[in-house]
T-cell receptor, first 116, second 111 residues
Framework: EAQVTQNPRYLITVTGKKLTVTCSQN?????MSWYRQDPGLGLRQIYY???????DKGDVPEGYKVSRKEKRNFPLILESPSPNQTSLYFC???????????????FGPGTRLTVT | GEDVEQSLFLSVREGDSSVINCTYT??????LYWYKQEPGAGLQLLTY?????DMKQDQRLTVLLNKKDKHLSLRIADTQTGDSAIYFC???????????FGSGTRLLVRP
């Protein structure tokens, strides 16, 4: 089954304790992306990657890091989480086409993070 | 910059039609989407429409696109309690990597 998986699905942590949210896709997609969802703001892009070892900032990258060492995985790293990073996080993937990405993006189930 | 706006809340009675509206600002939007998010769940792509189309119908769902006014709507016929969810409008330009989402419309279906 084609899917995007995220782990963990729920996480409660304390300020300053480094954490990683994993994202994996089994569709051989070149493009992967992280979004955060906050009430009244919809989803906003944090980082994206067009291929292995190619990453770039989205609209709200502050406080986050990513890496793309393998095509299937795109972990989101919070080196020193703060309460304003409490949010619902979604990973997405898509095929790359020429200089852009395919119109259809596949989303993971989401990770609900609470930072106290 | 790019912006997508939706009303925050809609309440309808079971069996009625629901119409969720969305406006966007980017005239280069090529793809427009409707996603559904049920409580505690991820995002489900409901339907999408290309900018060269005016209407798309898929079973109970009808999407209308008015490019001149940059207005997109989703009509759900015979709304059921299982349709209660948050509905997100999103757009993507042809050369863009990301989806631009609206803030979501919470649909409540009353029995």
């Amino acid at each position: 089954e084609a899917q995007v998986t995220q782990n963990p699905r729920y996480l409660i942590t304390v300020t300053g304790k480094k954490l990683t949210v994993t994202c994996s896709q089994n569709m051989n997609h070149e493009y992967m992306s992280w979004y955060r969802q906050d009430p009244g703001l919809g989803l906003r892009q944090i980082y994206y990657s067009m291929n292995v070892e190619v990453t770039d900032k989205g609209d709200v990258p502050e406080g986050y890091k990513v890496s793309r060492k393998e095509k299937r995985n795109f972990p989101l790293i919070l080196e020193s989480p703060s309460p304003n990073q409490t949010s619902l996080y979604f990973c997405a993937s898509s095929r790359r086409q020429a200089f852009t990405v395919d119109y259809e993006q596949y989303f993971g189930p989401g990770t609900r993070l609470t930072v106290t | 910059g790019e912006d997508v706006e939706q009303s925050l809340f809609l309440s309808v009675r079971e069996g009625d039609s629901s119409v969720i509206n969305c406006t966007y600002t980017d005239s280069s939007s090529t793809y427009l989407y409707w996603y559904k998010q049920e409580p505690g769940a991820g995002l489900q792509l409901l339907t999408y429409i290309f900018s060269n189309m005016d209407m798309k119908q898929d079973q109970r769902l009808t999407v209308l696109l008015n490019k001149k006014d940059k207005h997109l709507s989703l009509r759900i016929a015979d709304t059921q309690t299982g349709d209660s969810a948050i509905y997100f409008c999103a757009e993507k330009g042809d050369s863009s990597y990301k989806l631009i989402f609206g803030s979501g419309t919470r649909l409540l279906v009353r029995p």
